[in-house]
């Protein structure tokens, strides 16, 4: 009997070896990506980014097929399914063209280029998966997002192309290179200009930042535009900074219209907390269901803003619950975040992934369980979280959002929640960011308005950053839990990370923290600075960095910050011009359309009207600062403690406020403030 068990286990065990050794296996099975490793067992002969590639692709004379994504991209799941597993697409990419893959987090400067070469192409703004063809000595020819296998929609599919372009380079090559040299000479030709012009800025730009917006506001539901539609909270949090210094009331109103709009929707996760990364539809009720660090960093920063501004309960409750599930799913055990959850996420019954599947509900499978909860009226208590009969999503499933003025029965949230415990979690990437993480740090100390429990969060967490990402004087851009970094930091790692630090030294006033974020904009300035231009990168590929945002807020435009807050804790001017370059040689955006740089614009209004640092007693230190962060609405406020007995108030180049009483000296800080700001806003102002 035991040798037939023992017999039935070795032969098994021999199927599934001979299964798995029948798996394809490419070269991204020696990648670290986890996005690489999701299609490293593809039958496509999928290759890194990197000298072996372009080799082979010279050597063999073939085009290249360039694929961009990222780990939790539910189109780009849907882009492997459909015909990165297809053995037909395999055959036609292993034949005719040398296949490449890259993460766009892991090398976020190799898809800043080639979304450039999208959008010149298409007169649009590309997305994930990128889809690029390119000549053997790599010159672009073709560009596309998501490409279905086969025509679909008047969408051409993959097939034809592959098949299309393959056919022209074997019997035309002349035509593509026709095509590509005159994409690659309008790429060089933007490149020039992309770093955006040197423009004066007059005193109006936050008016001008506000009534473009204005413009394309949706009244009805905030936010801007129709569908899709994003966050932006950059944007949000310099509209607030706005209403603080100039008491914009429409400025407010369309910050605090969007927020609230998003608090009560779906693009709100109302069970656990924290926000998904954009919604499919104009009433934020359908969102693209990933969770991204980033993205609810930015947004904890304008909620806490926002519930400092107004203390409206319901932005303290999303900063409060937004910090909880941040910490509960998607902190590493060695004190970092990890960087997003997929939109995807396992039903059992039905042994597949689905989009959305871990955060919907059907209605007709919660009402009894309402009902035996003893839940009065539950058709009603489901309704006021929008999860109805026919449901808002597909399959009669429901995403709940508020469809009341209330925050909905706390017990059917309990349910709600209890019910997803038995759910598997949608699959995180665990990749630990210097510039996610740092971001997450900064909006963290900001969220110590709230809950000053988050500011202990946010230096436990520099410190853990600190330690496993800064090695030996080596910045690093990432690194999995468990292993050593490898891939070098980019500029936005450095950027962020000095804000984060500065943070830190506004909090603690640690001498530490201030040397630290000297030495970081030092070797800032050594790797990536060039005659005056600022590259996203160290290495060979490299792009000139502007003040646009994309994803998230500009690098450089942080940096110019950086530089601004450092004049003024160490009083040298030099870090005053250095900002005052960066705004200087990209001003060309904010002159033009500033709505696409609202983190210049902040820092422009930050130069403009003047960081003021406060410089308090160290026994009142504590207090006196409590004291007047609750009552002043300045939104470039620094503090530092002194040994001596005054109370003063500076700005980089001088001290415009001394009194040895706190209520005399707030209430002249308050009166010279408004002084300044009506006397700046009324003068002419260049650059």
Same mark, same amino acid.
């Given at each position: 009997m035991y040798s037939r068990i023992l017999l039935l286990f070795f032969t098994l065990f021999s199927l599934l070896f001979a299964a798995e050794e029948k798996r394809p296996v490419n070269a991204l099975i020696h990648e670290e990506s986890p996005y690489l490793q999701q299609h490293a067992h593809n039958p496509v002969h999928w290759m890194p980014w990197g000298d072996a590639a372009f080799e082979k692709a010279k050597r063999e004379h073939k085009l290249i097929f360039l694929s961009i994504g990222y780990s939790t991209c539910h189109w780009c799941h849907v882009m492997e399914r459909e015909s990165f597993e297809n053995p037909e697409v395999a055959k036609l990419l292993n034949r005719f063209f040398v296949a490449i893959k890259v993460d766009r987090e892991e090398r976020p400067q190799i898809d800043r280029y080639y979304q450039r070469v999208y959008r010149l192409i298409n007169r649009r703004a590309g997305g994930w998966p990128l889809t690029i063809l390119l000549t053997p000595d790599r010159r672009p020819f073709f560009a596309a997002t998501y490409l279905p296998r086969e025509e679909r929609y008047r969408q051409p599919g993959l097939l034809d192309l592959l098949r299309t372009a393959a056919e022209t380079w074997r019997k035309r090559p002349e035509k593509i290179e026709k095509i590509a040299a005159g994409i690659d000479r309008a790429v060089q030709r933007t490149g020039r200009t992309d770093t955006t012009r040197p423009a004066p800025v007059t005193s109006g730009l936050s008016t001008h930042f506000v009534r473009t917006?204005?413009?394309?506001? =949706?009244?009805?539901?905030? %936010?801007?535009?129709l569908q899709p539609k994003f966050p932006r909270a950059m944007t949000l949090t310099t509209l607030l900074k706005i209403y603080e210094l100039t008491g914009d009331r429409t400025a407010l109103k369309m910050a605090t219209r969007t927020l609230e709009a998003m608090a009560r929707g779906g693009i709100y996760d109302q069970v656990e907390g924290g926000f998904y990364r954009y919604s499919t539809d104009r009433e934020w009720t359908i969102p693209h269901f990933e969770k991204m660090l980033y993205t609810n960093a930015e947004l904890l920063e304008a909620y806490a803003l926002a519930a400092q501004i107004s203390g409206e309960p319901l932005f303290r409750k999303v900063v409060r619950e937004t910090v909880a599930v941040m910490r509960r799913h998607y902190r590493d055990p060695d004190g970092l975040f990890y960087g997003a959850s997929d939109a995807d996420s396992l039903d059992p019954e039905r =042994?597949?992934?689905?989009? %959305?599947?871990?955060?919907?509900?059907?209605?007709?499978?919660?009402?009894?369980?309402?009902?035996?909860?003893?839940?009065a009226h539950p058709a009603r208590a489901?309704?006021?979280?929008?999860?109805?009969?026919?449901?808002?999503?597909i399959r009669f499933r429901s995403n709940p959002r508020l469809d009341t003025r209330g925050w909905g029965d706390p017990r059917v949230r309990r349910l709600l929640r209890a019910l997803r415990e038995r759910r598997p979690y949608p699959f995180i990437d665990k990749k630990l960011q210097t510039s996610w993480n740092a971001l997450w740090i900064h909006a963290l100390f900001g969220a110590s308005s709230v809950d000053r429990r988050y500011r202990d969060l946010a230096l436990e967490t520099l410190e853990r950053l600190d330690r496993q990402l800064d090695i030996n004087g080596t910045l690093y851009h990432q690194k999995l839990p468990g292993r050593p970094p490898r891939v070098p930091a980019l500029l936005e790692d450095y950027s962020f990370l000095i804000a984060a630090t500065l943070d830190a030294y506004d909090a603690t006033q640690d001498r530490r923290w201030l040397n630290r974020a000297e030495s970081l904009i030092a070797r800032a300035k050594r790797h990536f600075e060039k005659q005056g231009i600022w590259y996203d990168s160290a290495g060979t590929f490299r792009n000139p960095l502007t003040l646009e945002g994309g994803s998230y807020r500009s690098p450089l435009a942080v940096l110019a910050d950086d530089y601004l807050r450092l004049a003024v804790y160490t009083e040298n001017l030099d870090y005053r011009e250095a900002a005052q370059s960066i705004l200087r040689s990209g001003a060309g955006i904010l002159d033009t359309y500033p709505a696409a740089a609202p983190m210049a614009v902040s820092?422009?209004?930050?130069?403009?009207?003047?960081y003021v640092i406060l410089k308090l007693p160290a026994e009142k230190f504590r207090t006196l600062r409590r004291k007047i962060s609750s009552q002043l609405r300045y939104p470039f406020l620094l503090y530092r403690e002194t040994n001596d007995d005054l109370l003063q108030a500076c700005r980089v180049d001088r001290c415009f406020l001394y009194d040895r009483n706190a209520s005399a000296f707030l209430h002249h800080l308050r009166q010279s403030l408004k002084k300044a700001d009506s006397a700046e806003m009324k003068s002419p102002a260049r650059f």
């Open positions: 917006l204005r413009d394309s506001f =949706d009244a009805a539901y905030g %936010g801007w535009g =042994d597949r992934t689905e989009e %959305g599947f871990y955060y919907t509900y059907r209605y007709d499978r919660l009402l009894p369980r309402l009902g035996k909860a003893g839940i489901l309704k006021e979280f929008g999860i109805t009969e026919n449901g808002n999503f820092v422009w209004l930050a130069q403009r009207f003047g």
